[in-house]
């Protein structure tokens, strides 16, 4: 698997109902980021987690970390329709070299029914 | 604030012709630039990071390159097109290489 793997691919619930997506990663992070992206447009940053930290909430966010883990989960709580669109998370991979790297996953493609 | 644009929108072009996408930043000095492309339902790739002006980093070799003319403009092109660069072209900008990416609206390509 790649750096920044999500999961699920495809997400189907029914508005109101709770959306949570985890990503994977491979090398040590410095930190992980979660973007939206709705069909065709650019993508938008959510939130930002350091990986000194566990928990990061923003409004109906709730994000997760787990470094020993290498992973990352994104929890949308009282999903509304207007959520549809794909999630991706972003780590800066530590290169063997020193540099880092940003690397996207192939994201999480949520759709609300309304 | 700070705002990105690309342009244009979309771009349909025939394979073997040149392309020229450009991306520009306002409201911010020295970020870092960034162009990525997106496959249909796909992750995004980086192609090209810039840290400075005439500073050019290439993620993957291919038929593509890019240019920093000034501080906050960003372009990407290619003197013969193939069909395998068709795609949503994306630029992003940051103020540092682990910081949050801005992006833009993104450039719809197709190459016929």
């Known amino acids: 698997s790649q750096q920044g793997e999500e999961d699920p691919q495809a997400l189907s619930i029914q508005e109101g109902e709770n959306a949570t997506m985890n990503c994977s990663y491979k090398?040590?992070?410095?930190?992980l980021q979660w973007y939206r992206q709705n069909s065709g447009r650019g993508l938008v940053h959510l939130i930002l987690i350091r990986s000194n930290e566990r928990e990061k909430h923003s409004g109906r966010l709730r994000v997760t970390l787990d470094t020993s883990k290498k992973s990352s989960s994104l929890l949308i709580t009282a999903s509304r329709a207007a959520d549809t669109a794909s999630y991706f998370c972003a780590t800066d991979a530590i290169e063997p070299s020193g540099t880092y790297k940003y690397i996207f996953g192939t994201g999480t493609r949520l759709k609300v029914l309304a | 604030s700070q705002t990105i644009h690309q342009w244009p929108a979309t771009l349909v072009q025939p394979v073997g012709s040149p392309l020229s996408l450009e991306c520009t930043v306002e409201?911010?000095?020295?970020?870092?630039l960034y162009w990525y492309r997106q496959a249909a339902g796909r992750g995004l790739q980086l192609l090209f990071y810039s840290v400075g002006i005439g500073q050019i980093s290439s993620e993957v070799p291919q038929n593509l390159s890019a240019s920093r003319p000034q501080d906050r403009q960003f372009i990407l092109s290619s003197k013969k097109l193939l069909l395998s660069d068709s795609g949503f072209y994306l630029c992003?900008?940051?103020?540092?290489?682990?910081?949050?990416?801005?992006f833009g609206p993104g450039t719809r390509l197709l190459v016929l």
């Open positions: 992003a900008w940051s103020v540092g290489r682990q910081e949050t990416q801005y």
């Open positions: 409201g911010t000095s020295n970020p870092n």
């Open positions: 090398t040590s992070i410095n930190n």
